[in-house]
């Protein structure tokens, strides 16, 4: 239940985060979440960071800090964006991704334990199914506690147009490619795929929204994708060290 309803609040905070950011600085500031993860990892896990992930981590703050100094684009901001507010809720995403994803790999690990002395059902689909059932209880009370008149009045299926159903099947398509990554990429490959994704948002941002990539935008993405290279290379202190 842990994991689920950190997830559950860590979308909400996505809905906030990009109704007041353009998708290219969410994109770069949500990285920040390997800073939390290492936090998260060396506290609850007792994990050791190597001195390759140390020098990631400072490339990564600093590529944050040059992020935030790009500007979207000349043309004024829309009344209903507040910048502020969004950074915040970018930085609650990093916070409780990296949280609920070492507390997820810290449960996953234990119960595997468990269930190979008791028989227990375990695997990566089964926590995955576990994941989603909760997370259908935390979010359906969640919709009813918060939106309970407009569900009564209009349906539950109220406003849930085409734009509704692509964002679900995209959100379930993630999901699974998540899981086929946690159970067949390697960290490098994890790597390749963070920095596609951050070059590909800033692109079609600059294409389809019109958003204006600064010099500064463009050295912080850098030193985030340099991040996370380094974060996630496994024998580059063999070579470099």
Same mark, same amino acid.
């Given at each position: 239940?842990?994991?689920? $309803? #950190?997830?559950?609040?860590?979308?909400?905070?996505?809905?906030?985060?990009?109704?007041?950011?353009?998708?290219? %600085?969410? +994109? !770069?500031? !949500?990285?920040?979440?390997?800073?939390?993860?290492?936090?998260?990892?060396?506290? %609850?896990?007792?994990?050791?960071? =190597?001195?390759?992930?140390? !020098?990631?981590?400072?490339?990564?703050?600093?590529?944050?800090? *040059?992020? @935030?100094?790009?500007?979207?684009?000349?043309?004024?901001?829309?009344?209903?964006?507040?910048?502020?507010?969004?950074?915040?809720?970018?930085?609650?995403?990093? *916070?409780?991704?990296?949280?609920?994803?070492?507390?997820?790999?810290?449960?996953?690990? =234990?119960?595997?334990?468990?269930?190979?002395?008791?028989?227990?059902?375990?695997?990566? $689909?089964?926590? @995955?199914?576990?994941? $989603? *059932?909760?997370?259908?209880?935390?979010?359906?009370?969640?919709? %009813? !506690?918060?939106?309970?008149?407009? &569900?009564?009045?209009?349906?539950?299926?109220?406003?849930?147009?085409?734009?509704?159903? &692509? +964002?679900?099947?995209?959100?379930? $398509?993630?999901?699974?490619?998540?899981?086929?990554?946690?159970?067949? /990429?390697?960290? #490098?490959?994890?790597?390749? +795929?963070? /920095? &596609?994704?951050?070059?590909?948002?800033?692109? *079609?941002?600059?294409?389809?929204?019109?958003?204006?990539?600064?010099?500064?935008?463009?050295?912080?993405?850098?030193?985030?994708? /340099?991040? #996370?290279?380094?974060?996630?290379?496994?024998?580059?202190?063999?070579?470099?060290?």
């Amino acid at each position: 239940m842990v994991p689920a $309803a #950190v997830y559950n609040f860590q979308q909400m905070l996505e809905y906030v985060a990009l109704k007041n950011l353009d998708p290219a %600085l969410f +994109a !770069v500031l !949500v990285q920040s979440k390997l800073l939390t993860t290492a936090i998260f990892r060396a506290s %609850l896990m007792g994990m050791r960071l =190597r001195r390759s992930q140390v !020098v990631s981590l400072l490339l990564l703050t600093t590529g944050v800090m *040059l992020a @935030q100094l790009h500007k979207s684009s000349n043309k004024p901001e829309r009344q209903s964006e507040h910048p502020t507010t969004g950074v915040l809720a970018t930085v609650g995403i990093a *916070l409780f991704s990296g949280f609920a994803s070492v507390y997820t790999e810290k449960v996953i690990k =234990r119960h595997k334990a468990v269930s190979t002395d008791e028989g227990v059902p375990s695997g990566l $689909a089964y926590t @995955q199914v576990q994941l $989603a *059932l909760t997370s259908l209880i935390i979010g359906g009370t969640w919709a %009813l !506690v918060t939106d309970w008149t407009p &569900i009564t009045t209009k349906g539950l299926w109220y406003g849930f147009d085409y734009k509704a159903c &692509i +964002a679900a099947v995209n959100s379930a $398509a993630g999901g699974l490619t998540v899981a086929a990554v946690l159970k067949y /990429a390697d960290a #490098v490959l994890k790597g390749y +795929a963070t /920095a &596609i994704s951050v070059l590909l948002t800033g692109v *079609l941002s600059m294409v389809l929204f019109g958003t204006e990539l600064s010099v500064e935008y463009a050295l912080g993405m850098t030193n985030v994708l /340099a991040a #996370v290279f380094l974060y996630n290379a496994q024998d580059l202190e063999k070579h470099a060290w």
